[in-house]
């Protein structure tokens, strides 16, 4: 598993978190601009790019209109693309 692969696992992780209700949008947002970056997955980085959209609501208490759409549509383009990584059942886990 490269580096890469491994972001973009824990990445189907904590976008699955978000989704359940578990972890806030814009902490999704925060830990996928810090740790896969700009130059990380290429599947991730609506999600890295999600972080740069709130930097533009800092200070007015707001949120990119389609900010859970795009945590969504994560997961629907890397949910194939990790399978190869999971062990069975550990998606629903």
Known sequence: MSKDDAQLVA???YASQ???G???LRELASWAH???GHEGH???QELVELDDAYDAYDGWGGQPDD???VVTNF???AGPEIQ???RPGAASQ
């Open 84 to 86: 190869k990584w999971m």
């Open 22 to 24: 578990t972890l806030p």
């Open 67 to 69: 900010a859970m759409q």
């Open 42 to 44: 290429p599947i991730a």
């Open 11 to 13: 990445a189907y992780h």
């Open 75 to 77: 997961m629907d383009v």
């Open 34 to 36: 810090r740790i896969v």
């Open 18 to 20: 978000t989704i359940d």
